[in-house]
């Protein structure tokens, strides 16, 4: 497994951005699809974006797309989250996560990764 370590999050205002950053360990990032998740207070952790290892195939939660962009770069062992036009409701703890699969349906859901960060905190401020 790989060891994650998210940075990046913070506090910005409505309609501002920020890059989430997601450093993983080892030396096998690039055969890991991987991918981003949140949870707001109260909620459940949802999906976010994923791109895969195989072909940097990438896909995303209606509620982000033409807002985010899930990006990797395999020399740095570092998959980044692009954010951009955000909104109150995109307040949550930022988790990402390493995964075998490929498929981009399965790799939505959370019980397809096995490693997970501790997690950013993203506050957007109305």
């Known amino acids: 497994q790989v060891q994650l370590v998210e940075s990046g999050g913070g506090l910005v205002q409505a309609g501002g951005s920020l890059r989430l950053s997601c450093a993983a360990s080892g030396r096998t990032f690039s055969s890991y699809s991987m991918g981003w998740f949140r949870q707001a207070p109260g909620k459940e952790r949802e999906f976010i974006a994923t791109v895969t290892w195989s072909t940097d195939s990438t896909d995303y939660a209606d509620y982000v797309k033409g807002r985010f962009t899930i990006s990797r770069d395999n020399a740095k062992n570092t998959v980044y989250l692009q954010m951009n036009s955000l909104k109150p409701e995109d307040t949550a703890v930022y988790y990402c996560?390493?995964?075998?699969?490929?498929?981009?349906?399965?790799?939505?859901?959370?019980?397809?990764?096995?490693?997970w960060g501790q997690g950013t905190q993203v506050t957007v401020s109305s």
């Open positions: 996560a390493a995964s075998r699969r490929a498929s981009r349906s399965a790799l939505t859901l959370e019980s397809s990764y096995a490693s």
